[in-house]
C-alpha cells in the first residue's frame, strides 16, 4: 500500500483506523497512509484505549468510537484520556 501510494515511504505511516488491539483488521478499508508525526500521536491514546478495553472500563464499540472520533478530529486527546478517568 506504501509503495503503491507513490510517496515517499519514510515520511508516512500505515495505519488502522481501528487498530488491531481494539478490534480493527487488517483490511484495505481499515488501513490509511498518514504523515509519520500524526502517526505518532495516535499511539498513546490508542495505548490507553486497549488498557481501558483490556481491564473492562470501556467495551469494544465504545473504545472504536473513541478512535475513531479522535482520529477524524471530532475530539482531542486529551478529551479521550478524560473520558477514561
Known sequence: LKKASGQ???TVKLDHTIPLELGGSN???NLKL???????????????LGKALRS??????????LIKRFKSGDITSD???NMLK
Open 27 to 29: 483490511s484495505e478499508s
Open 79 to 81: 478529551e479521550v484520556l
Open 8 to 10: 515517499n515511504i519514510n
Open 34 to 48: 498518514v504523515p509519520t508525526a500524526i502517526w505518532s500521536s495516535y499511539t498513546p491514546v490508542e495505548n490507553e
Open 56 to 65: 473492562g472500563k470501556i467495551t469494544k464499540q465504545k473504545a472504536q468510537d
